[in-house]
């Protein structure tokens, strides 16, 4: 997992968010043993040349899941080789067996090589995507770095 953070880090050339703060092993463990996350790994002589990090999704209107790509990436030198597509391959299969119904993942227009990968395993949406940040204006920095347990009813 450690290995994949630095192959994010380097791959989406934003170090600094994938380097600087990363977790502690028993964070990793725990989120690793989830059955909420899912990472898949391709290897080169025991070296991560690609990664994909990926979020089950629970929904309250059915019994079924849905499958989130969050981060995926392959390192330059093994790009155009099929690594991305046998990572969502194994994702596909991982998504079946825990009931998904879908997995979708998001690209930046400007991003050609991803768009794509993507257009040619599924079907495309003319979305908007909006980042809302979970703070308040004003509120104490103390407040913005908890980091609680977000399970439960609220």
């Known amino acids: 997992m450690l290995s994949m953070l630095s192959l994010f880090g380097r791959a989406f050339g934003d ?11 028993g964070y990793l463990v725990a989120l690793l043993g989830s059955p909420g996350f899912v990472a898949v790994a391709a290897l080169s002589a025991d070296r991560v ?3 994909l990090a990926a979020y089950v999704l629970p929904k309250f209107e059915q019994a079924r899941s849905e499958v989130y790509i969050y981060d995926l990436a392959v390192d330059e030198p093994f790009r155009r080789r099929g690594v991305a597509t046998g990572l969502i391959d194994r994702l596909r299969t991982v998504a079946a067996e ?4 879908v997995i979708y993942v998001q690209a930046d227009r400007g991003d050609g090589p991803a768009v794509a990968l993507y257009s040619k ?5 003319d979305v908007l995507h909006f980042d809302i940040s979970p703070h308040r204006e004003g509120a ?6 908890v980091a609680p347990d977000c399970g439960g009813n609220r």
């Open 121 to 125: 395993l599924g079907v495309g949406e």
């Open 15 to 25: 170090a600094d968010t994938y380097e600087s703060a990363r977790p502690g092993a």
């Open 98 to 101: 825990c009931g998904a119904w």
């Open 49 to 51: 040349v690609g990664g």
């Open 140 to 145: 104490a920095e103390a407040e913005q770095n």
